[in-house]
């Protein structure tokens, strides 16, 4: 709203019913046609690769927001994609600040290099109030303190958190805040993160209302040391959605007290893993690569189980009982696995329902 900038046909941005995407990769794209977006509940925005940093003269990153804030209010925006774009942090965390009076809910950064300082701390969090931040593939000229910095734009009540291709998960815990609300943490997607890294991820004492973590393609070796990790970050989860390097792990593992959900569907097991929690509501080893229904002494004492998509089992069969006490279950779909995923499991019992 506070851009200023000449119009030039044709219209970058199409708006259809409560959805509108702009393509900004037009050699000198008019930023004034994302006004078309303005009653939309869903936008998208391709800023097509270019550095945003000429727009530092012709933005006021802290003007005074009085006169718009009526008009931001009305918004129907709820959910923001912004992908393909070199961006200053002054104009991101100045987007922020007046996307604060806005009901914005969900907010995804893909593919962006931000650059520059960022503005002086604040007290208080002046950005919107989401439930979801997806970030994949940003980087950051402050490196490891980038969480930190973002957090203080956002208000507290984050509830979904989901970081892939991150250049930096060693993120500077002394000086992140906690997340009170945060109860959804998906770091799938990272390769090179592992078990070291995920305990540097993993704030101690920063994620006290955390329930579900994934953690797929992320450098996971062995249960034994997936269950170290979490240990040493301090977290209890009641669901954990993962992929292994090992398969086979190890049998000594002190898994998280309240885990009942553990999924390990499309991670190419052979076998059943050692080392598993003892007791479980939910496990999904849905389309691995089991040639053989496993036995009791095999799984642990589970409500629920999914063995989906297997070999073993014929083609025309979807469900049976074990042990007349474990269902075997439908698995969700391959594009479901990352964090939709995981907000299945924190349905617990009532996925399998």
């Known amino acids: 709203l506070l851009v200023h900038a000449?119009?030039?046909?044709p219209e970058p941005c199409e708006l259809d019913e409560e959805s509108c995407s702009?393509?900004?990769s037009d050699p000198k794209p008019d930023?004034?046609?994302?006004?078309?977006?303005?009653g939309a509940a869903d936008v998208e925005l391709y800023g097509g690769g270019r550095s945003l940093e000429y727009l530092l003269k012709r933005v006021d990153t802290e003007?005074?927001?009085?006169?718009?804030?009526?008009i931001i209010k009305s918004l129907?925006?709820?959910?923001l994609t912004?992908?393909?774009?070199r961006i200053p942090s002054r104009i991101l965390f100045g987007a922020l600040r007046v996307l604060g009076i806005s009901g914005l809910q969900e907010l995804t950064l893909e593919n962006l290099e931000v650059t520059g300082t960022a503005p002086p701390p604040l007290l208080e969090a002046t950005g919107p109030d989401l439930n979801i931040l997806n970030l994949r593939n940003v980087s950051w000229a402050t490196r490891d303190a980038w969480l930190a910095e973002l957090q203080q734009w956002l208000k507290p009540g984050l509830k979904v958190l989901s970081i892939a291709q991150a250049h930096s998960l060693n993120f500077s815990c002394e000086q992140v805040r906690v997340f009170p609300a945060l109860s959804t943490l998906d770091l799938s997607d990272n390769p090179e993160l592992g078990e070291r890294g995920l305990i540097s991820a993993l704030c101690p004492l920063k994620f006290p209302t955390l329930q579900v973590l994934a953690l797929r393609n992320a450098g996971m070796e062995t249960p034994s040391g997936v269950c170290s990790a979490l240990a040493a970050a301090r977290v209890q989860l009641q669901g954990l959605d993962l992929r292994l390097r090992d398969a086979a792990g190890a049998p000594s593992c002190d898994w998280p007290s309240q885990l009942n959900s553990l999924n390990l569907s499309f991670t190419g097991l052979k076998q059943v893993p050692k080392g598993l929690p003892?007791?479980?509501?939910?496990?999904?080893l849905s389309y691995n690569r089991l040639d053989r229904n496993p036995s009791p002494d095999e799984l642990p004492q589970v409500g629920n189980l999914s063995l989906k998509g297997n070999p073993f089992l014929d083609s025309e069969s979807h469900s049976e009982k074990y042990n007349s006490g474990v269902v075997t279950a439908g698995a969700p779909s391959s594009q479901a696995v990352a964090l939709s995923g995981t907000l299945a499991l924190l349905l617990g019992d009532r996925l399998f329902v």
């Open 278 to 284: 003892a007791k479980l509501s939910v496990l999904d």
């Open 6 to 9: 000449s119009p030039a046909p």
């Open 63 to 70: 003007a005074d927001l009085g006169q718009f804030t009526d």
């Open 31 to 38: 930023w004034s046609s994302a006004f078309n977006c303005l």
């Open 22 to 24: 702009c393509n900004f």
């Open 76 to 79: 129907s925006l709820k959910r």
């Open 82 to 85: 912004v992908r393909a774009a």
